[in-house]
């Protein structure tokens, strides 16, 4: 029987990545003096901010890797693969964030959780997104088109966050074109609250370039696959991410 084909770097990879995501999530006692573990206020970014990033661009160098099968099967098996894997990956995500369902009340007694008050975007939902919506451009369409709908989606990101968020700063927190979209679809029981007030930041509009994160992980891949691991093949892509 075949063995599956095991990529080392990219498990070296994906290891460094959730042990940095450990030691954000639990820094220990005074690690807050640490700007580098904390999350940007807003604008720029810390080495925390790349972590989410790593683990789409994982994602889609893994995928140059499982969507090779994609080409042996049905079409409607190709379908039902991606589609149950989104929304599995989508629920576990949602459930994790309404867990444990109940509450106890000042009386004792257990009170339910109501879904009206539950997060329905985050990691897990934007990750099971991004795969879902990249899986289906990269298998149905050439490598091509990809790219050039890649370059739209950062293109019509970015020209939405100008045309549609606040006039005076349409960059800001509660400003940017993606925060009404959120406050307008979902509304302010379904959204993020840990910065004090309602704010995603795995909303709708922001989904649209993580996708483009997982198609250059999933275009990564390939390229090494195809190149091999020699100088000429790191350098090239060294050269590439500066851009």
């Known amino acids: 029987m075949n063995q599956p084909q ?18 954000v999530n639990t820094p220990g006692r005074g690690a807050e003096s640490f700007a580098m573990l904390n999350h940007a206020a807003w604008h720029g970014f810390t080495p925390t901010d790349l972590v989410f990033p790593s683990f ?35 629920l576990i995500g ?8 109940f509450s106890y009340n000042e ?14 975007l985050g ?11 990249a899986s289906l451009l990269i298998h149905y369409l050439s490598a091509r088109s990809v790219i050039i709908i ?7 990101y970015w020209g939405a966050l100008l045309l549609f968020g606040d006039a005076t700063d349409p960059f800001s927190m ?13 509304g302010d029981n379904h959204m993020y609250h840990g910065e004090g007030i309602a704010f995603d930041p795995e909303g709708i509009l922001s989904t649209i370039p993580s996708c483009v994160n997982v198609i250059i992980g999933y275009f990564a891949g390939k390229f090494i696959q195809e190149k091999g691991k020699g100088f000429e093949t790191i350098s090239k892509l060294l050269l590439v991410g500066g851009c």
């Open 6 to 23: 095991r990529f080392l770097s990219l498990d070296v990879f994906r290891g460094m990545t959730v042990c940095f995501m450990i030691i």
């Open 56 to 90: 789409l661009f994982a994602v889609g160098n893994a995928m140059s890797f499982s969507m090779k099968k994609f080409a042996q099967m049905e079409n409607s098996a190709v379908l039902a693969k991606i589609f149950k894997r989104t929304l599995l990956i989508f």
């Open 174 to 186: 509660t400003g940017n074109a993606g925060q009404y979209l959120d406050l307008y679809v979902l």
């Open 107 to 120: 009386g004792g007694g257990i009170s339910f959780s109501p879904i009206a008050n539950t997060r329905i």
């Open 94 to 101: 949602y459930l994790m964030y309404w867990f444990p369902f």
């Open 123 to 133: 990691v897990l939902q934007r990750i099971a997104l991004c795969y879902g919506i």
């Open 150 to 156: 890649s370059v739209l989606f950062l293109i019509g």
